[in-house]
């Protein structure tokens, strides 16, 4: 565990790891440094990309509630290289006509 992470590790045909993060803000983006009794920056991007080999890619997923209103969420994909995708839940309007309306009351 790192910080309010906690590491799955399922070993079917290929090792396949799930990292979960059950907090009300999201991705954590600072962690608590027991030895200087600070907080500091943290990026789960950067972290995990230090143990993905060639060819392998990490995707997180985020989703929430906008005051219970609608639905938020991305996804991000990212490997060992600096590459990354990045998508939003709200990317589908992008290739429609302005007058639809969105899920949102």
């Known amino acids: 565990m790192h910080g309010d992470i906690e590491v799955y590790i399922e070993d ?30 943290w990026d789960v991007e950067t972290y995990v990309s ?8 990490c995707v997180i997923q985020e989703v929430g509630a906008e ?23 709200d990317d589908v309007y992008k290739s429609l006509p302005d007058n639809v309306t969105q899920c949102a009351y």
């Open 67 to 89: 005051k219970l209103r609608y639905l938020v969420g991305w996804s991000c994909a990212f490997n060992n290289k600096g590459e990354s995708h990045f998508v939003n839940i």
């Open 50 to 57: 230090e143990f993905l080999v060639d060819g392998e890619w």
């Open 12 to 41: 079917l045909v290929e090792k396949a790891v799930c990292l979960l993060c059950n907090s009300d803000g999201g991705w954590p983006t600072s962690i608590y440094n027991e030895d200087t009794d600070e907080c500091e920056e």
